[in-house]
């Protein structure tokens, strides 16, 4: 088990541009969370699935903002028309419905992030 | 909505000492969770300890416990012996039970263990 994997870890765009960003969760982890890290912050959430199915989302989800997961395994976020506001870690979680041996329940694990510049 | 403020941007200790981080809470809910994150340098975050609010007892994991006082809505983190590789960011976080799953974090706590 190779934890919650993100891809990139780092991202340099252009204002305008659109980005990509994908996660793979822990095997058989059901929940995916996305949040946005930006500096001298705590992360903030985004949005969250459970399998394909989106749940929840974030007032901080503009309509620039789309993330999908869509066989309920791998994730990914996208952001259309970038801003320079949009510079920020963008952190991947996902966590167990039902709790492995050796896992904790209500436990969410973290990805190393995608780290995005916007010039 | 949850709030978790704490009120500590920085703070250091020397190796093998003890070391208090605070954190604060407000929600209305009375089921849910607290938990403390860890997050080094360039490095990604990792759950240290967590803490059911149904339960009375304080959370221990080794050199790390906490004081959860409930009725005065506290959550402290204390590190016990400190070590070098303690040094990081250290985030309260709160989640409130039912099909809310969100995690709402607080400002972070940068922690230096000095040798």
């Known amino acids: 088990d190779t934890g919650v994997s993100q891809d990139p870890r780092h991202k340099i765009t252009k204002r305008g541009q659109n980005v990509t960003f994908r996660c793979d969760p822990i095997s058989e982890h059901n929940r995916l969370y996305w949040y946005r890290q930006t500096l001298g912050q705590g992360p903030e959430f985004l949005t969250y699935f459970q399998n394909e199915a989106q749940l929840e989302k974030s007032r901080l989800l503009s309509d620039r903002f789309s993330a999908e997961r869509p066989k309920g395994s791998f994730s990914t976020l996208e952001i259309q028309r970038t801003e320079q506001g949009d510079s920020a870690m963008y952190l991947c979680?996902?966590?167990?419905?039902?709790?492995?041996?050796?896992?904790?329940?209500?436990?969410?694990?973290f990805g190393a992030g995608t780290r995005l510049s916007v010039l | 909505a949850q709030t978790v403020t704490q009120s500590q941007p920085e703070m250091s200790v020397q190796e093998a000492e003890t070391v208090t981080l605070s954190c604060t809470y407000d929600t209305s809910e009375s089921n849910y969770y607290l938990f403390w994150y860890k997050q080094p340098p360039s490095r990604q975050m990792i759950l240290v300890i967590r803490?059911?609010?149904?339960?009375?007892q304080n959370a221990t994991e080794n050199r790390f416990s906490v004081n959860f006082q409930k009725a005065a809505k506290s959550f402290s983190l204390k590190i016990s012996d400190s070590q070098l590789g303690d040094t990081a960011m250290y985030f309260c976080a709160l989640r409130v039970g039912g099909s809310n799953y969100k995690l709402t974090f607080g400002k972070g706590t940068l922690l230096t263990v000095n040798p």
């Open positions: 979680a996902s966590s167990p419905q039902l709790a492995r041996q050796g896992e904790a329940k209500n436990i969410q694990y």
């Open positions: 803490q059911e609010a149904y339960k009375q």
